[in-house]
């Protein structure tokens, strides 16, 4: 009853901005509108002050406890699910053997793939076996599954299946790992035997072309954010987002979960459901913790359809595990998780919508001036400075929380001001592809 009085609300919140305005009712207008505000404001400023905690925590690791870790760093095993990666791969791979220390495996599940990865990584590594399994002489750690063609969620299953390492970390086919970023993740589990999983920090790369400079400069500074609300939600014990480009789990936890779901639009979205509500049902806390220097760049999207065809499934892929899993909205019994952030994530389903009912209710109320120009100015003044101030406390805190100056305040802010015109547009378009595809059962890549 909760999900379904939260879900209409999302929806009920636009449409009732968009007929106020429409109906020249332009107190209900203010009203909605700065509810909203205000709403927005609290939620960000909670997210700063846990990610502050989070970070002054993490600050304080070497001072408190100067020693190595109680026990040594495990084993780990890349796991790298590809489907016609030919031309990423050997960099990817590269960076992953250019690890301080080195991973005991390195997997390669080839999903089917029609061009010629095989081939080269044939070629590149001198593979030698029968079947679908092969093993490099030049470096015995790599080995090669050639698989059919079934998605990434079967390709991580059946890597995992193959690895022997206590954890397993799993990274995209266009990801690379940047220096120290396996040291730092073994320091992770070290620290913490009964870790579920570790999220890592993903900086964009677009194609160096203008359009793809120009996403490139919205990207870097989406993800900013998401890591801090990654960041967050670990205080809390109710991290339900994990990056699927580079994230790590304990192999047991997900052999004990049954592993990927491969039938998911967001395989990686999924599982953290399912793993949140296991630990809980059985009493337990999940454990999942966000670290920053367990850095890779990966490839983004540097063109209008690739972006959208990325966006259109991660918002069909939010959607999707919301309804499969309602029953944990607003219950009691998964604690922080799903009484403030299931209920939040279904309070803000239909947040995309927002800046398109303020546009189109504004363009009714400027019919009616001097009243509509002055609604729409105070609006515009609480909302801008209200934005100036959080984008420069969170770009601040991310500068220093996650060891990153490829963002800046000043980015930050022409960023913010730029967004209504490109990038909002974009998120709304691909909201409503992906939410119409889930709903209708029309999926795919």
């Not at 089917?112 to 070629?123: E, I, Y």
């Not at 994230?247 to 039938?263: M, Q, Y």
Request: hydrophobic residues 45%; aromatic residues 10%.
């Amino acid at each position: 009853m909760l999900f379904l009085a939260l879900l209409s609300i999302s929806w009920l919140i636009p449409a009732g901005m968009l007929a106020a305005g429409l109906m020249g009712q332009l107190g209900a207008f203010l009203v909605l509108s700065l509810a909203v505000v205000i709403y927005d404001t609290l939620q960000a400023l909670f997210i700063l002050v846990l990610a502050r905690q989070a970070w002054l925590q993490h600050r304080a690791i070497p001072e408190v406890a100067p020693e190595p870790p109680a026990r040594a760093a495990p084993a780990i095993a890349v796991i790298i699910p590809a489907w016609n990666e030919a031309a990423s791969l050997p960099a990817t791979l590269a960076s992953v053997l250019n690890q301080v220390p080195q991973p005991q495996q390195v997997i390669v599940c080839d999903d089917g793939s029609t061009d010629d990865t095989l081939v080269s990584l044939a070629q590149r590594f001198d593979l030698e076996g029968e079947g679908r399994l092969h093993r490099s002489r030049r470096h015995p750690s790599v080995w090669l599954l050639a698989k059919e063609h079934r998605g990434k969620g079967d390709s991580i299953n059946q890597g995992v299946a193959l690895s022997a390492a206590e954890v397993v970390l799993i990274l995209d086919a266009d990801t690379e790992l940047l220096p120290g970023a396996l040291a730092a993740l073994g320091n992770s589990f070290a620290r913490e035997p009964d870790l579920d999983a570790v999220s890592g920090t993903l900086l964009p790369r677009c194609p160096a072309t203008p359009q793809g400079r120009l996403f490139a400069g919205f990207q870097r500074y989406e993800y900013a954010r998401n890591h801090l609300w990654r960041l967050a939600w670990s205080q809390l014990g109710a991290s339900l987002i994990i990056s699927g480009a580079c994230s790590a789990f304990r192999r047991t936890t997900l052999v004990e979960i049954g592993g990927f779901d491969p039938s998911s639009w967001a395989e990686d979205y999924e599982i953290m459901y399912r793993l949140q509500r296991h630990r809980r049902d059985q009493g337990e806390p999940c454990r999942v913790r966000v670290q920053p220097a367990l850095a890779v760049r990966t490839e983004a999207p540097g063109r209008v359809g690739v972006f959208l065809r990325q966006r259109r499934r991660w918002a069909g892929g939010f959607l999707e595990p919301l309804i499969r899993y309602r029953s944990m909205v607003g219950n009691r019994r998964y604690g922080r998780l799903g009484l403030l952030y299931l209920a939040h994530n279904t309070f803000s389903v239909a947040n995309f919508l927002y800046p398109l009912a303020w546009f189109l209710a504004g363009l009714a109320l400027l019919a009616d001036p001097p009243a509509g120009f002055e609604a729409l100015g105070l609006l515009a003044l609480v909302s801008g400075l209200v934005g100036l101030l959080l984008t420069g406390l969170s770009t601040r805190l991310y500068r220093l929380g996650f060891g990153r100056g490829e963002v800046s305040v000043q980015g930050a802010l022409i960023e913010l001001i730029l967004r209504p015109f490109f990038y909002l547009p974009l998120n709304a378009l691909s909201h409503l592809w992906g939410y119409t595809s889930t709903m209708t059962r029309r999926r795919s890549w």
